[in-house]
């Protein structure tokens, strides 16, 4: 894993930001596992690039005017990658304003993003990356 790992982390939630929806596609991996927020719940995870796409266009973009997603800090931790940062959101309908601290743990393959889970709670984001 190189440094080139982080980056390919920074275009794609770059992306992300500004709903550059082929700019996300690009990082990511033919085989790519997104377990997002609250699918701990659901057990929802999602398989495939078009797969990830489609809860990216359904269930973010049709209920949010922005989304930015904002890493702040970079640990690796053995082949997995630990990132804390924030959600910033704006409610299409609602107005409502969301600014949520937010951990992922990724695995990047082939230089693409392989996998991700998202995390609200920072510790149990450190347990599943082998830190605690």
């Known amino acids: 894993m190189s440094d080139d790992d982080f980056e390919?982390?920074?275009r794609a939630w770059a992306a992300a930001s500004r709903d550059d929806q082929d700019g996300m596609v690009r990082e990511?991996?033919?085989?790519?596992?997104?377990?997002?927020?609250?699918?701990?719940?659901?057990t929802t995870a999602y398989r495939g690039p078009q797969e990830v796409m489609a809860w990216w266009r359904d269930e973010i973009m049709t209920n949010w005017e922005s989304f930015q997603v904002l890493p702040e800090e970079f640990q690796r931790v053995g082949h997995k990658l630990l990132v804390t940062g924030r959600w910033n959101a704006r409610?299409?309908?609602?107005?409502?304003?969301l600014d949520v601290a937010a951990s992922w743990v990724v695995e990047i393959r082939d230089g693409k993003i392989a996998y991700w889970q998202t995390y609200t709670d920072h510790a149990e984001a450190r347990r599943d990356a082998g830190l605690d």
């Open 8 to 10: 390919v982390l920074r």
């Open 28 to 42: 990511f991996h033919p085989e790519i596992v997104a377990v997002p927020f609250g699918a701990v719940i659901g």
């Open 91 to 97: 409610g299409k309908e609602s107005g409502v304003e």
